[in-house]
């Protein structure tokens, strides 16, 4: 039900400036590296053991291989921006303001709405 209300969450001029015709929430692999994916090769070369990459990111990884260590449970939330190719080069911060923010703000209120509920 989430979903349903993405749009709500921001204005129709942010997602016309942002091209958000229909956004989602997915789950599925995300490959994590050092480096920003702005070349529609590179990207396509991301497919590790046949695996369909969703999405690229740089600091995933990161966290992962800390709470794997110290054996504790996480979950990594991102709001994809662009699509690793031609549109990867928009104002990075006016969509972190503008779009990023109500969308993680959304998908956290309703993980902890979800989780209260199930815990009941």
């Known amino acids: 039900h989430f979903v349903k209300h993405f749009h709500d969450l921001i204005p129709k001029s942010d997602r016309d400036t ?13 490959a994590s590296g050092d480096q920003f994916v702005a070349d529609p090769a590179t990207r396509d070369t ?24 110290h054996e504790k449970p996480y ?6 921006s662009d699509d690793a190719g031609s549109s990867a080069h928009i104002d990075f911060q006016a969509f972190v303001k503008n779009v990023a923010s ?17 815990t009941v």
């Open 75 to 80: 979950l990594i939330i991102r709001t994809i």
């Open 102 to 118: 109500h969308y993680s703000e959304g998908i956290v209120s309703e993980l902890v709405h979800h989780m209260a509920t199930e």
């Open 18 to 30: 942002f091209a958000l015709s229909n956004p989602k929430v997915v789950v599925g692999t995300i």
């Open 46 to 69: 991301l497919h590790p053991e046949g695996e369909n990459v969703l999405a690229v990111e740089m600091e995933g990884a990161a966290v992962a291989q800390v709470c794997e260590e």
